[in-house]
């Protein structure tokens, strides 16, 4: 059992708290209330930040002494909407949300995973009719290890877990959301997930 505060109370938060909660972790969900993130992140062991990419860095940045020593878990895509609402560009070309949370909180070990799918397979991996594929990037080899088991707790098995090595990869899968407006155009919201064939 692992303490975890839940930054961002929307689908893809309220998703992840419901199943690990399920999986017997002691979760705290924070809102937009004010204090309310940094009073989750002080008593946790692991923090996922689940609120908008757009906004993540200020947000986060802002809570650096309370995450100072955890591990962040950051399933975010930095992006511009289109006037569909969809993603259309990506906030940080040459870089990433997950190296920009790096840098602004050196202190804290920063994961990036679960960003390359639609919510509902993030905890129902199995419910896809082909293998989906979980990329992890870090800095640190433990902090990747514990999200890793994390991530067998959501379903994912450890073969379907990818290490792709250092918080710079994960410019290569937060560019993978530029995938998503046209798959969803094309085929709508049925869950998907990038995934490695082998």
Known sequence: MTTIAVLGNGRVGGNL??????????VT???RTPGAAADAARTARIVINATPGAGSLDRLAALREELRGK???????????????L??????????LAEQLQD????TRVV???NTMLFPVMTAP????QTPTAFLSGDDPQAKQTVGELLT???WHKEWITDLGGIQTARATEAAILFVPHVIRSSGFTPFAISIAR
């Not at 993603?87 to 990433?96: E, F, H, T, V, W």
């Not at 602004?104 to 202190?107: C, K, R």
């Open 112 to 114: 990036k995973t679960l």
């Open 17 to 26: 708290a419901t199943a690990l909660t399920r999986a017997g972790h002691e």
């Open 153 to 155: 707790d959501l379903g």
């Open 126 to 129: 199995a419910t896809l009719t």
């Open 104 to 107: 602004a909180l050196p202190e």
């Open 87 to 96: 993603p259309a560009d990506l906030i940080y070309p040459g870089s990433s």
């Open 29 to 31: 969900v924070a809102d």
């Open 71 to 85: 591990i962040l878990v950051d399933v975010s895509n930095a992006t511009t909407d289109g006037p569909d609402g």
